[in-house]
């Protein structure tokens, strides 16, 4: 099965390669959205509840992307993006591939020059949804890169979700990805250590949950982040209505009742240790938010 490149979305072709939870989820949404689906993965039977449905499964990854003017790849990293699609061969000129497999800027980079060496029109993009959410309006999809191949097939990707446009530079949409991971993963952590530090006196986590959250969105969310960012580009930290040295002493407190209550005590260690190399470039008199300052650099050496 070929098919010509059209700028009408439902009813056309499209191609998805790669069928884990997250690939399953994309394939699944573009079919109920009535475009005609052909997918492969590398352990074929994954496909098979699609292909019941009425997708085509391709027995090839060429015959795959030859079915369709745009092929979504959605693997677990770059590498297998590579493992794959090498061997598509001369399949793969002129198409269309939309790359929304994690990894780091440096493996976007290189993707798009492996894409223009094969004449491959070359789109990067992280999902930042789980499976489940695919499909709604407002599920963030992170591109970057050429804008006018997101332009072309807006109306395709905007059916997997919201498609927001980054910029040019092809490394953004999983640098932006690890960014907000790393936020999310940071968040939890915070979370998860306090509530077993308030656990160790026999305080369950629906108890704490209910105080901890209704306490940190309006305190610590709003204040800190939304309302500072000016200043965190400004390299603006006022200490007047606290300072680092106040905040290494909390971190000392926090990590000093870890130990005394026998909870895990790396994570608030690494804190101290942060609040303190700020304090050596010397934003002892800062507000805590100059931690950035430590963050933007990388990290000393041992
Ligand atoms: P995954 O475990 O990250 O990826 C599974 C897919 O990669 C399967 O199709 C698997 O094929 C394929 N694969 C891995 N190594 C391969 C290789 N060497 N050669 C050929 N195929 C290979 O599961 P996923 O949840 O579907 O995630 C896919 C991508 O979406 C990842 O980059 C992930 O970070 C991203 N993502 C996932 C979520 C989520 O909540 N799941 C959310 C946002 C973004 P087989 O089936 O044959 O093993």
Not at 74 to 102: F, I, Q
Not at 134 to 154: A, I, K, M, T
Not at 232 to 249: C, Q
Request: contains cysteine; hydrophobic residues 45%.
């Amino acid at each position: 099965m070929t098919s010509q490149p059209s700028t009408h979305s439902q009813h056309t072709n499209v191609t998805v390669i790669g069928l884990g939870p997250m690939g399953l989820a994309l394939a699944e949404v573009l079919q109920d959205r009535g475009h005609n689906t052909t997918v492969w993965n590398r352990t074929p039977a994954k496909a098979d509840d699609l292909v019941a449905r009425g997708a085509h499964r391709a027995e090839t990854v060429a015959e795959a992307v030859s079915a369709s003017p745009v092929t979504i790849v959605c693997l677990s990293d770059y590498d297998a993006v590579h493992a794959v699609l090498d061997s598509a061969g001369d399949a793969l000129k002129g198409r269309v591939l939309v790359n929304l497999s994690s990894g780091t800027p440096k493996e976007a980079h290189a993707a798009v020059d492996w894409a223009a060496e094969r004449g491959v029109s070359y789109l990067d993009g992280a999902i930042m949804v789980p499976p489940f959410l695919v499909g709604r309006p407002d599920s963030v999809f992170l591109y970057s890169g050429p804008q006018d191949v997101l332009d072309e097939h807006r109306e395709t990707l905007a059916g997997m979700g919201d498609p927001r446009y980054l910029g040019p530079d092809p490394g953004l949409a999983v640098l932006y990805n690890t960014a907000l991971l790393n936020m999310m993963y940071a968040t939890m952590n915070g979370f998860l250590h306090a509530t077993a530090l308030v656990g160790s006196a026999g305080v369950s986590a629906v108890e704490f949950a209910d105080l901890a959250l209704n306490w940190f969105m309006p305190s610590v969310l709003d204040s800190s982040f939304a309302g500072q960012a000016a200043d965190l580009d400004a390299g603006h930290y006022p200490g007047d209505a606290g300072t680092m040295e106040m905040n290494l002493n909390a971190l000392e407190h926090i990590t000093r009742t870890s130990a005394e209550q026998g909870v895990h005590s790396d994570q608030p260690r690494l804190m101290r240790s942060v609040a303190e190399q700020a304090i050596a470039l010397g934003h002892g008199g800062d507000n805590y938010l100059a931690v950035f300052e430590v963050f933007k650099k990388a990290s000393p050496a041992g």
